[in-house]
C-alpha cells in the first residue's frame, strides 16, 4: 500500500476484555515500530521488530502487552485484561531497517478501555 | 538515551520564520538529530535529520553547533497549516530515539 494502515481506527472495549490491533506496514519495510501516545504527550515507544523477530520490547509496559509480526509484515499488538489506564491512541510505524532512517507512522488505533 | 528539552510551545504570525531549539547535552557520538511533526489526530511525520552543521530540505533548516548539545529547527515564512506538535528525537537507531512532550507551534493569522 501507498502507507502505513491500522485498523481499527477505534477500538471501545470493557475493562478485562482482550483487544488485538493491527498494522499494516508500507511494502518492502523490515523495521516496525508500536508506540502509544496520552493525551497531550508524544508517542511512547513499546516495541521494534526486525523482520518477525522483536529485537527490543523494552518498552512494553507490562505482560498483558504482547506483539508478533510471524511473517515479517503484518504486526499485532495484543492488550490481555484490558484497564482504563491502557486507553491511548497506538500508533504503528515502518522503516526500511536502516539505522536512523525515516519512520513512517500510520493514523493510529483510538483505544478506549470503559 | 539522549534526553531532549524544548519549549512546551511557542506562537508566531503567518509569514514569519520561526525557530525551535532543542536541548541534548549528553548526545552521544553516534547519534542523530531527527525532527517529527504531528499534526492532530495523525501520526507523525519526518521533517528533517542531521549530525552535524546546517541541513536544509524543502521544509524547513537544521542548524547543529560543533559541540552539537543543541539543534534548532528554522520554519522559513510559516503559514497557518504549519500549526502542530514538533518533536526532536536524538539517537543512533530509530528504537533509541525517544519521543518527549515536543513544542506546540501556534501559527496565528
Known amino acids: 500500500g501507498a502507507g502505513v494502515s491500522q485498523t481499527p481506527s477505534n477500538k471501545v472495549t470493557e475493562k478485562g476484555k482482550y483487544v488485538e490491533l493491527r498494522c499494516d506496514p508500507i511494502?518492502?519495510?523490515?523495521?516496525l515500530y508500536w508506540y502509544r501516545q496520552s493525551l497531550g504527550q508524544g508517542p511512547e515507544f513499546l516495541i521494534y521488530?526486525?523482520?518477525?523477530?522483536?529485537?527490543?520490547d523494552s518498552g512494553l509496559p507490562n505482560d498483558r502487552f504482547f506483539a508478533v509480526r510471524p511473517e515479517g509484515s503484518v504486526s499485532t499488538l495484543k492488550i490481555q485484561r484490558t484497564e482504563r489506564g491502557d486507553s491511548a491512541v497506538y500508533l504503528c510505524?515502518?522503516?526500511?531497517?536502516?539505522?536512523?532512517?525515516?519512520?513512517?507512522f500510520g493514523p493510529g488505533t483510538r483505544l478506549t478501555v470503559l | 538515551l539522549a534526553k531532549t528539552t524544548q519549549p512546551i510551545s511557542m506562537d508566531s504570525y503567518e509569514g514569519q520564520e520561526v525557530n525551535i531549539t532543542c536541548s541534548h547535552n549528553n548526545i552521544a557520538t553516534n547519534d542523530y538529530i531527527t525532527w517529527y511533526q504531528q499534526f492532530p489526530s495523525q501520526g507523525p511525520r519526518f521533517i528533517i535529520q542531521?549530525?552535524?552543521t546546517k541541513v536544509t530540505n524543502e521544509v524547513a533548516s537544521l542548524f547543529i553547533p560543533a559541540d552539537r548539545k543543541s539543534s534548532t529547527l528554522s520554519l522559513p515564512r510559516v503559514s497557518l497549516s504549519d500549526t502542530a506538535v514538533y518533536y526532536c528525537l536524538v539517537g543512533e537507531y530509530n528504537n533509541d530515539m525517544r519521543f518527549g512532550a515536543g513544542t506546540r507551534l501556534t501559527v496565528k493569522p
Open positions: 511494502s518492502g519495510h523490515t523495521a
Open positions: 521488530f526486525q523482520g518477525t523477530g522483536a529485537a527490543d
Open positions: 510505524a515502518s522503516s526500511s531497517g536502516l539505522f536512523t532512517d525515516t519512520q513512517y
Open positions: 542531521g549530525y552535524k
